[in-house]
């Protein structure tokens, strides 16, 4: 293990020669290696063509084109080299091939008639500086050269390990701090939830938490930042970033290289829930047990620690690939409010009855109460009633005497040893058990319980109403109280709360429970529904809601018909969608333009392709979340409009047709779907779907006279749209 991890933060360049820069175009970057990218990490440099096609790209070192792929979406048109020692450099998104490469591009695209082709040449041989193609926007994203070196085992490696081009003296920039309690009994200044606290920065590239933060327990931390360079104004990704918790290294990660098996892992690497909420990207200062990446320096532990009760000093140095570095300096407080427990309140009248539990070590106790708006008032009167010791903790009660009887709060403050005060502040109003509820949020791993109005003391049973065997759950709830998804049964719960003996709330949830390492059948609406999950479906627990809804069908424009299913949860990161399963009464279309339809915001629809079982009468398609469902179709035809030549047009020459096609629901999927013929002649469709252009080129120059272009679009629900046009060449 200690060889892996000496491997992996050893500097690639001592390793390696200098390859030849890869194109004519910059040497500035628009993207850094190992960014992030919803569901995977960018394996490449992106070097930046000023938004212009067609400059040259080279051949960085001797070697031979390995395989050429086109198609129209990812790479687009991308040329892999094997070089001679043994490594690939990956060209994508590139405009056109040389001219010898295009023609047997073009060769195998015309046989197999697809513009979406893979070849694998045979003796073709090139030298350093040969020019390979020119760059381009084909695929996703605008013009750039998307560039990757990978080692011999086809794992792509930051490639500006290789190069001395780049000039760069800008640190990075750094925003914020994300500090998230990691366990049922840590908090981040009284709450469960996670706290960003902004940075403000200083001398020498050096930022600090603007507010103090109080914690207990465990915690882990999260920045958020970007890098910068030189001349341009692209963010990029960190190179390295370390830990530093009291003068000792608790973790470091590095981007050297990609595991391609786990860029789907990038998800972990973020605080994901945050993401989707805010659309903040707060990179984690820690590893979570079923985070499986490699860019770690995993014998420094998991990047978790404790504050317990002493100040807790940090340092997190980051650095960019130049070694230009950023720093944040802060210090964690003990929560000493956590120091002082409630163990019970209730009240009588013009008296609270108060059960505390204290340190054993313990300099005086002073109350106060507080009516409306009205400032807090020194309470006089008090009496222990009853005291008891442990090892290091006493617990009191006492009878305290209210100075006013409107009084709805009251306010305990204890003073510590080493100036040290704790407080906490209570709800002492006369409590009407009827209008007291329950808020129960599914928070994904698990489920936060707050009550409202909040009360000081409460008991807490959870009841698991399928299984009477099953002995209830009890828990104190003060003031919140989170129960971790693990925990809990999955299905129908009850959760009584009690008040001073009595039934405060009853609350009955329907909670279900994703298993990591298990696969899971749910059935729901009699069997109608049914939602299946893998092994591999999630990396840890996590908890979804489900609902039946009735939709208004007409308050659509596509038709959909039957009940909708939502299945609701916090955003938390799936490692593979579940399947979902739908019966239908009767088939209202053909089973071609029947789909599942995931209903958005603003009552937007989104179709997938669904497999069809006619025996079960149902449609079957992996989920694209949590979401509601319902069984849809697409009954209308792409929309295509003729760009060049136009209906009846004379023109001097015909170079290429142009025409641009969409489909709001299905899509048109393929490049299969989109046939062009000229006077009965097949015309190969290079399509550009981000822009819904289609561009064909005749093989044979058109001669002057009339002529007569078909074109045919079928989207992925099968609907068909046609347009003929006839047009003339004049004579010269």
């Known amino acids: 293990m200690k060889k892996t991890l000496f491997l992996l933060f050893l500097p690639l360049v001592l390793l390696a020669q200098n390859y030849l820069w890869p194109t004519n175009a910059s040497t500035f970057l628009s993207s850094s290696f190992c960014e992030y990218r919803p569901g995977h990490y960018h394996s490449a440099i992106d070097i930046k063509t000023w938004n212009t096609e067609g400059y040259r790209i080279y051949a960085v070192e001797d070697g031979y084109v390995q395989r050429i792929r086109v198609s129209p979406f990812g790479y687009g048109k991308v040329l892999y080299l094997k070089l001679k020692d043994g490594r690939t450099a990956v060209y994508a998104h590139l405009q056109r091939f040389n001219k010898k490469l295009e023609r047997a591009v073009r060769k195998q695209q015309l046989q197999k008639k697809r513009y979406t082709i893979t070849w694998y040449p045979k003796n073709r041989k090139v030298r350093r500086g040969d020019i390979l193609g020119y760059t381009g ?13 990978r080692d011999t085992k086809g794992q792509p490696l930051n490639p500006l390990h290789f190069y001395n081009q780049i000039t760069d003296h800008i640190p990075p920039k750094l925003q914020s701090i994300l500090i998230r309690p990691m366990d049922k009994n840590s908090r981040v200044n009284g709450s469960f939830l996670p706290v960003e606290a902004q940075l403000k920065k200083g001398a020498h590239n050096t930022y600090r938490i603007k507010q103090p ?23 990029y990704a960190f190179y390295r970033t370390s830990l530093r918790v009291n003068g000792k290294e608790l973790f470091t990660i590095q981007y050297d290289t990609l595991n391609f098996d786990l860029s789907r892992q990038v998800d972990l690497e973020i605080d994901y829930p945050v993401y989707r909420q805010t659309k903040k990207k707060f990179h984690k200062l820690y590893i979570e047990p079923f985070n499986q990446l490699t860019f770690y320096k995993r014998n420094l532990g998991n990047g978790l620690f404790k504050v317990e009760r002493d100040t807790v000093s940090f340092s997190i140095e980051v650095f960019d690939f130049f070694g230009n570095k950023s720093v944040i300096e802060g210090t964690l407080l003990p929560d000493f409010n956590a120091l002082l427990r409630t163990r ?14 204290l340190p054993k070590r313990i300099q005086g106790l002073r109350f106060f109460s507080k009516a409306d708006s009205l400032p807090w008032t020194d309470i006089k009167y008090f009496e222990i009633q009853d005291q008891s010791f442990t090892d290091h903790s006493q617990t009191l009660r006492f009878k305290i005497r209210l100075e006013q009887y409107n009084a709805s709060r009251l306010k305990v403050k204890a003073f510590l040893p080493g100036k040290i005060q704790a407080e906490t502040i209570l709800p002492v109003s006369m409590t ?15 489920l936060l319980i707050k ?14 109403l399928r299984d009477s065997k099953q002995t209830p759950m009890r828990f104190v709830l003060n003031p919140e109280m989170v129960i971790p998804a693990r925990a809990l049964p999955s299905d129908s719960l009850r959760f009584l709360l009690s008040i001073g003996g009595g039934i405060a709330a009853d609350s009955i949830v329907s909670v279900y429970s994703l298993n990591a390492g298990m696969k899971q059948h749910f059935s729901f609406d009699g069997g109608r529904c049914l939602l299946a999950s893998e092994q591999t479906t999630v990396y840890d627990t996590l908890l979804f809601n489900y609902q039946k809804e009735t939709i208004k069908a007409d308050s659509f424009k596509t038709p959909v018909f039957g009940p909708a299913y939502r299945f609701s949860g916090s955003a938390q990161v799936l490692r593979k969608a579940p399947q979902l399963t739908i019966q239908y009464d009767s088939l209202r279309f053909s089973a071609r333009q029947t789909g599942i339809c995931r209903i958005g915001k603003k009552g937007r629809i989104s179709w997938k392709s669904a497999k ?18 319902i069984l849809g179709a697409d009954t209308t035809a792409p929309v295509v409009e003729v760009i060049f030549p136009k209906e009846g047009q004379t023109i001097k020459n015909l170079k290429n047709i142009r025409f641009s096609a969409t489909d709001s629901l299905s899509g048109i999927g393929s490049d299969r779907n989109l046939e062009i013929y000229l006077d009965g002649q097949f015309v190969l469709p290079e399509w550009d ?14 001669v002057a006279g009339n002529h007569l272009i078909r074109i045919r679009v079928t989207d992925s629900a099968g609907n068909v749209t046609e347009r003929s046009i006839h047009f003339s060449i004049r004579k010269q």
């Open 344 to 357: 019970s309140v209730s009240r009588d009248d013009s008296s609270v009855l108060l059960t505390v539990t």
């Open 612 to 629: 069809w079982n006619p025996v079960e009468k149902t449609f079957r398609a992996r989920m694209g979340g949590f979401g509601a469902y």
């Open 137 to 149: 926007q084909t695929g996703i994203g605008v013009p750039h050269l998307h560039f990757e070196i």
């Open 213 to 235: 933060l109080r914690v207990k327990g465990r915690i882990g931390l999260a920045i958020r930042g970007y890098d910068m360079s030189y001349k341009v104004y692209n963010k």
């Open 689 to 702: 779907p981000e822009r819904d252009r289609i561009t064909g080129t005749p093989e044979k120059k058109a």
């Open 432 to 446: 009407d058990t009827n209008r007291v509820s329950l808020k129960i949020r599914n928070r994904g791993k698990f």
């Open 451 to 464: 009550t409202e109005p909040q009360q000081a003391f409460a008991l807490l049973t959870v009841k698991n």
